[in-house]
C-alpha cells in the first residue's frame, strides 16, 4: 500500500519502527530493573549507616558513663580503660552482626571479611 507522497506503509505495523519500539521497551524495561537494584542497594546502605549511628551514640553513652563513674567513683586509669575499651569492642562487635544480618548477597562491596572478625 502506498501514501499519498508515495511512501510504502507497513499495514501491519511490523517494519523497523516495531522492531525500534519493541527494542526501546526491552532496554526501558532493563534500565527500570536497574534502577530497582540500585534504588534497593541505597536504602540498605541508608539502613546500615542508620545502625552504625545509633551504635556510634551508644559508645558516646558508654563513654558518658564511663567518665561519670570514674568522677563520682575515683576509678583507677587501667580500670576505666579496660571497661572502655571491652564496651566499645562489643558495641562495635553487634553492630557490625546487625549489619551482616541485613546486608544483602548483592551488596556491591561483595563479601568481605570484617578487621573486627579476624581473630
Known sequence: MAAADGREIDPTGSGRLAERLTSLEAEFRLLREEFVRTRDLIEDREKNGRTLIEAYKQVMGDFTTL??????????????????????ETRILS????????????????????FWRRK
Open 67 to 88: 567518665f561519670e563513674a570514674q568522677r563520682k567513683e575515683n576509678l583507677k586509669r587501667d580500670e576505666s580503660v579496660r571497661f572502655l575499651l571491652s564496651s566499645v
Open 95 to 114: 553492630g557490625l552482626d546487625r549489619l551482616a544480618d541485613h546486608t544483602s548477597d548483592d551488596d556491591i562491596g561483595g563479601e568481605r571479611k570484617s
